[in-house]
């Protein structure tokens, strides 16, 4: 376990409570031992996240994973801030919101602003461009080129955590154009005290892990769609045929239709590939508001 300080980040900010956020809130209080703020707009939000966190750490002290007295610390690492600037002394801010270019870029314009400009500004985007992210955190009045501009934008690196954050090794750490090797190494130092493994991309549409396991998921939902085989038999394929630890049409649900339509079309956009057309079907099922476990109906149905 670390000794609560990666690579000088002593302090780290989580924007976005929902399940990303939450976890890795988690690992760097837990594993990391970082005090860590918390912002996120909704209440209900917060609350049904801070109820996971004393779940998970109920579990593991009953595990033998974490003393009692380890947990209670941890859990009093986390504290839930009502406004972003209460940000402004931390190393290392996370934003975990949803995946909208606008959002994000609105979210690293007043980050940029309110945080110490030797901060790290990091997204957990799964595939909106970092380079694109960065570029919103310089000042109107300033050239992106100048060297105001670019230190700016220096700052701001792609820290990608999966899904749980507790269990999945891997963080992928992504390198916009404009990011310094400073901050990756800086990011590279967070990730790793919070227990994970760590691979770089470069800012590319679905960087590594979703260029290639979102097309997958979807050419599986294309199966379904031309009546290939039933979902249970897609699914069970793949999970003993190949290894995997859930089918492609459980891990859709898992992730999320919309999250999944979501990148496919970014994909389709970045690349302009007509290989990367989402599924008809997946379009349908989004339509229809079902958007896999969050929604209780997605391929399977969940309680
Ligand atoms: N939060 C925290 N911990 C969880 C959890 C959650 N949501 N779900 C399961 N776990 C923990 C369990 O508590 C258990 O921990 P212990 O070993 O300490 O008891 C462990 O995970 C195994 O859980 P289970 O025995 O209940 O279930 P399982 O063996 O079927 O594993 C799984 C569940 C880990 C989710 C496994 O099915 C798996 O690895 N699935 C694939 C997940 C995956 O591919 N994730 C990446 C998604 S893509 C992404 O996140 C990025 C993106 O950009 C889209």
Known sequence: MSSGIAHGV???AVLGGGQMGLGIAYVASTRARLPVLIFDKSK???ERSLALMDRLLSKDVAKGKLEGTEAKEARERITIVDRTKAFRDVDLCVEAVAESLPLKQTLFRSLAEELRPDAILAS???SISITKIAAATIPQSVSSSSAEGLSSASRVVGIHFFNPVPVMPLVELISGLQTSPETLERARAFATAC???VTVAKDM?????NALLIPF???AIMC???GIATKEDIDKTLRLGMGHPMGPLTLADFIGLDTCLAIQRTLLEGTGDSKYRPSIFLERMVDAGWLGKKTGKGFYTYD
């Open 195 to 197: 227990g994970k493994e």
């Open 44 to 46: 209900e939000q917060i």
């Open 205 to 209: 549409p679905g960087f590594v892990s």
């Open 224 to 226: 379904l769609e031309k």
């Open 10 to 12: 002593k302090t780290l």
């Open 217 to 219: 998921i979807n050419e």
């Open 124 to 126: 957990n985007t799964s």
